[in-house]
């Protein structure tokens, strides 16, 4: 599959934010972001349609469809991936992408891109990158763990770090204020946004798949398992 010809569309609502984008031939040609308050399952359908109607696509012209997997809200991930999965009833392939890669692909210039989301007090998700070019590689796995946990592998780190997430601005204040190589990104860079997934989902498009083949990356059990485990202890 040549990524360079190809017409994608990704959502993300893996978080509080909705968002779905549109990349042709390897350009952001439309996104639409935005913060709300209503559930997932009532405006992601709406702002796929909408964005598409802008740059005057059809679902027919769309190529390979792509959404964050996880980490991030439960129910926001399975929304996001049932969208994803009706929207390739025409049998159109789709691929689902780390949350946290598509945060790092957002995120320019040269160095360690650490994205970081809360999971809980005291507990985020996290993973390592590394600034390649245009790429973000990944060099420490997606994991969930507690926040001295990441705080001893980005002291561990030689050269600049860049910090992206929703709680990247209190860890830096926290845990990094005296470290003149670490940072964090602009604010806007923080929000969960397709963009990133597509830039994912065109760097791993060799594991793109059937709409059967695309399911969630919580990294934690979900409420309902730890219920399960605590009743059989």
């Known amino acids: 599959m040549n990524s360079e010809k190809l017409t994608l569309l990704g959502i993300d609502t893996s978080g509080r934010s909705a968002s779905c984008a549109v990349f042709r031939e390897g350009t952001l040609i439309a996104e639409r972001t935005f913060l709300t308050d209503r559930t997932h399952s009532e405006v992601i359908l709406p702002t796929v349609t909408s964005t598409l109607e802008d740059c005057k696509i059809s679902l ?48 320019s210039g040269d160095g360690y891109i650490i994205p970081v989301i809360n999971a809980r007090p005291g507990v985020i998700y996290f993973g390592g990158y590394k600034s390649i070019g245009e790429s973000a590689v990944n060099v420490r796995a997606d994991a969930v763990g507690e926040e001295e946990e990441l705080c001893e592998y980005v002291k561990s780190l030689s050269g600049r770090v860049i910090l992206s997430g929703d709680c990247a601005k209190r860890l830096k204040e926290e845990y990094f204020s005296d470290c003149g190589n670490i940072e964090t990104t602009l604010i806007n860079s923080r929000v969960l946004s397709a963009a990133g997934v597509c830039r994912a989902a065109l760097a791993n498009i060799s594991e793109a798949g059937t709409a059967d083949s695309l399911g969630a990356r919580y990294l934690q059990n979900t409420m309902a398992e730890k219920l399960r485990s605590d009743k059989k202890k």
């Open 60 to 107: 027919g012209e769309v190529d390979i469809y792509a959404c964050a997997a996880g980490p991030g809200s439960y129910t926001g991930l399975r929304i996001g991936i049932a969208a994803i999965k009706g929207l390739c009833a025409l049998g159109k392939p789709c691929i689902g992408v780390s949350t946290l890669e598509a945060m790092a692909c957002n995120v």
